[in-house]
C-alpha cells in the first residue's frame, strides 16, 4: 500500500470516529433532558353532568385530572365546552381550575339538550387530555294555571290554560286524559312566543277528568308532562226555577244510571246507564233550550219557536231526573207532571241518598236559606222547617229558638201538639238523641207516603247528606220513632 493510500484511510477512519462521537454526546444530552423534564404517559380527564334538569335552570359540570400514576394534578386550568344537541360547533366555553385535589366543577344555565366535553390543554409536566362527551337532557316546564270552571257541568267547556318553559314557539302541547288504564290525546295545541297555551275542551260525561299534558318530543329538548289534574265534573239531577238546559247539558240522576239530554236536534231524551232511550220529547231544532219557567211550566224552545211544554203550573217548580228513571217536574214536593206518567197521575220521589241536595231537591228547598232561625246547609232541622213553611206554618209553633232534633218532642207536646206513634202524610217523624236513628243531637225528617208495612221519609242530615227513603213499621228505626202532627192528617 502507497503512502497516499494509508492517509486517505487514516483520514476516512478519524472521521467516522467523530461522527460516532458526536452521535454519542446527542444520546448522552437527549437523556438528560429526558431524565430532567419527563412529560406524562398520558393524563386522565374525567367529567360528570346531571343526566337531567329543568329547562331554565342551572346544570353542575365537574370531573377530576390526574396523571398516569393516579396523583390528582392541582391548579391546572380547564376548559369547559358545550353545544346544543345535534351541533356540530361548539357554542360556550369557560375556563376552571383544579383544586389541590385536582377536582373542578363549575355552573352552566341551560335551556336545550346540552353536550359538555372538558379539555386540559397540557403542561411541561403532563400532557394534555380531553374527556369524554357527556350529555344533560332540559326537561321543559308544563305549567297548568287555569281550569275554568273548577266544576264543569256534562255538556258544557272546560278551559285549560297554562304555561311552558322555554318558551319554545310552536312547542305542540297534548291534552291528555287518563281512562280505562291508559292516556288518551283529547287534542293538541300550539305554545304561543310568549310560552303560553290554552285548550278547550267538552265535557262528555260525568266521570272526574284526570287530565295532563304533554309536550312533543325533539332533539334540543326532551319530552315534559305537567302535573297530572283532577277536574271534578258537576253533575245535578235539578233543573231549578227559571233555570235552562242548552244544548249537549244533561241532568243525572244521583245515583248515575238515568240522564236526561237536550240533543244538538232538538231532542230531549231519556236514556239509561247503556244509552237505550226510556222517552223522548220527539221534537227537532236548532239552538235548543230547555226552561223551567217560574210559573211552573216546563217548555222547550228553538230560536224563539216553541217545540213542547208541559203545560203545568205551580210555585218554585223545579225538574229533577230521578233515581227510578222517571223526570219529573214538582212544585214543592209535589209532581205536576213525569215522563212516565204525564199530567194524569202524581208520582213520588224515588228512594235516593246523595251528598249534594239533589235527593231533596224535589220539595224545592233551597238549602243555604235559614228557616224558622235553623242552620242552614246539611241540617236536618232547617229541612223539616222549609217543608212545614210550605204548608204554611212560617214559624216555629213553639217559638224560637227551635231547638236541637231531640227537643222537638218535648217542645211540641208544651206547644200543646199532638205527638204519638202514628205516622201521617205531612208529619215530623223525631228520634231523641241516643235512640235507634237519633245519634247525639236526635234527628228530625219529612213523611211523604205511609203503607201498611212501611212508611218513606225525606231528610237532610248534619253529617252531610239528603236522602228518600224506606222505614219498615217493624224495624227499630220506626219502634223508636215519634210523629210529631204539626200540619198534618193526623193534627189536633
Known sequence: MGHSALRAQTRSFRLVVALVAATLVMLLSGAELAAADPPSAGSTLTIKAPQSITAGT???????????SGAKIASAPIVVRWRTVGASKWRGAVNVKTSSKGNWSTKIAMSLNTEFSAEFAGSSTALGVKSVVVRTSAVQSIMVTTLSPSRPA????????GTVSPALRSTTLSLQRWRNGAWTTLLKTKVSSTGTYSAKIRIADASTQILRLRSGSRKSITRAFSATRNVYVAVTATLGTGATLKARQVLMSPNG????????DGNLVVTDSLGAPLWASGTSGRSPALTMGTDGNLALGSSGRSLW??????GAAVLVMQNDGSLVVFSKGTSLWSSTKG???KVQPAACWSVSFDCISFSSYRPYTSYWAMYSGHNCTNYVAYRMI???VTRSPWGLPGGSAW????????AKIKVDTV?????????????????????????????RTSIVISEDSWSGHGAVRTIRRDSPSFTSARFIHIKDGGSN
Open 58 to 68: 342551572s346544570a353542575k359540570i365537574s370531573g377530576t385530572l390526574s396523571a398516569v
Open 154 to 161: 256534562i255538556g258544557q267547556f272546560l278551559t285549560v290554560k
Open 257 to 264: 244510571v238515568y240522564s236526561a239530554t237536550l240533543r244538538t
Open 309 to 314: 211544554s208541559t203545560g203545568t203550573k205551580g
Open 343 to 345: 199530567t194524569a197521575a
Open 390 to 392: 210550605t204548608k204554611g
Open 407 to 414: 227537643q222537638w218532642r218535648a217542645n211540641a207536646k208544651k
Open 423 to 451: 205516622p201521617t202524610v205531612g208529619a215530623v217523624i223525631q228520634w231523641n238523641r241516643y235512640t235507634y236513628g237519633g245519634g247525639s243531637s236526635g234527628h228530625v225528617a219529612y213523611v211523604e207516603s205511609v203503607s
